[in-house]
């Protein structure tokens, strides 16, 4: 720092004028409302995928006994439904109008329910392996299965729920698929 | 790597021109040891998932498996981060400095990146799996994506022109209120074990085959070393750019007097 201007060289005043040089314009709008911007979007979005999980009914994973419980109150209603197949209680089926579907029941807590599938089925399923399906109660015994309470549950679209079990179990049966082909 | 220069300024004196150093050049070997490790592991040790059913058929995960090696660590670190930032806010609002702001900035910036890759894989993982890229009724899935959201918005947040401490305040008290949904995300399989298509923790339930577990193991080591790399650059290019931003502030007043007629060089005209 060197000694302080004089009155003969510069007015200290305005030799010391420190106030902010104007900005480019354009510039300055970019940058002071592109972050606000991003932030209202990012409040809009978590506002809307909040929105659309909560008041869509037609989202939620309704357990068996949840959904028997609430049948007559669910009415023709959709909505989605977990819960593990029955083994031993998988067959294939037709529709009255001749459509081929999968008729099994679904279990959790010890409730039962039927279900008449008519969507694609997934790999993944099996007994014991918990799905979730989406459709809507039916009143009919057409297709009476563990539950055959008067009721089935008409769905056509599947998801399987994979478990967190990755040990090995019968690693013969597993050699003897591969040595026949039933997968390289 | 980000090297920085404040050549222009003629006064860098002290300020480092690169966030390199010793530790990150080993940091980052290992991490692309680990990783050319990792991938010979995942695809050429680890068998794939299948089991037999009681029919007889053959089902499991296949190759799909292999994702795990990447989506679980994925998840790990992007909880890491955000808990690193909730922690280093908690510290920037008990005692102010600039320190643990940068520290909050940088880890929240890599727990996004993370957070992004864990839904982009878990979604991958999820067509063959489960039959679907995405479901919004599934809790685990929807808390994880309000997780990355909201830091995203505390990023967003802290760019909004500010003085530097209400900037600091403003986003710590974010990061302290998202982190809330941290543990959310984390226990929703548990205390929503229906409401979600996703499993529990196969590490806690100890159902894991012994190679499976060995590389799972070994992804979680590599990823944090990967998290300290980027950490280190992250935070270092933050501290730069703030003794940048003070030079900038120096050499203004500097260009201003300049203006004025106020010589400030040795033996300059006053």
Known sequence: MTDAPTEDTVDPGEAMDLSPRPARPARRGIRRWAPVLVVAIVAVVIALVLWRVLADATLVFR??????????????????????????????????????????????DGVVADVVHTGATSDQFQPEVPVVID?????????AGAA?????????????????DYRVENQDRIDDAEERGQYE | MTTATTESTGSSEGIPATTSSKATKVLGWLTLGGFAV???????????????????????QFD????????????????????????????????????????????????????????????????????TWWEWGDVRLVTTL?????????????????????????????ALVGAVNIVIVNR??????????????????????????FTLSFSFAVGMVLFAWLLLHRFRTAYLQSQIEELEVNEALAERRAEAGIDESPGGRP
Do not use: C
């Open chain 1, 63 to 108: 357990e068996v006994d949840d959904a028997v419980e609430r049948r007559e109150e669910l009415g023709d209603d959709r909505f989605r439904m977990i819960g593990s197949p029955v083994s031993g209680s998988v067959q294939e089926v037709s529709l009255e109008d001749g459509r081929p579907a999968v008729a099994f029941s679904v279990t959790l």
């Open chain 2, 146 to 174: 309000v997780m990355v959201l909201v830091f995203i918005g505390y990023l967003a947040v802290r760019r909004i022109p500010a003085d530097v401490a209400v900037k600091a305040r403003r986003s710590a008290v974010i």
């Open chain 2, 38 to 60: 990792l991938v010979a592991l995942a695809f050429a040790w680890v068998p794939e998932d299948t089991r037999i059913t009681e029919q007889g058929d053959v089902v499991g």
């Open chain 1, 148 to 164: 055959d309470d008067g009721w089935y549950f008409a769905s056509d679209r599947m998801l399987v729920k994979h478990d967190n």
């Open chain 2, 188 to 213: 929703s399989v548990d205390w929503w074990e229906n409401r979600t298509l996703h499993q529990q923790s196969t590490l806690i339930a100890r159902k894991i085959r012994d190679e499976t577990l």
């Open chain 2, 64 to 131: 799909a498996v292999r994702l795990m090696f990447v989506h679980v660590p994925s998840a790990i670190l992007a909880y890491t981060g955000f808990g690193l930032t909730f922690l280093a806010s908690l510290a920037y609002l008990r005692w102010r400095t600039d320190w643990w702001d940068m520290m909050a900035h940088a880890s929240a910036e890599i727990g996004v990146l993370f957070g992004v890759l864990t839904l982009v894989t878990g979604s991958i993982w999820g067509r063959p799996t489960w039959q």
């Open chain 1, 135 to 143: 459709g809507h109660w039916v009143r009919s015994s057409a297709f």
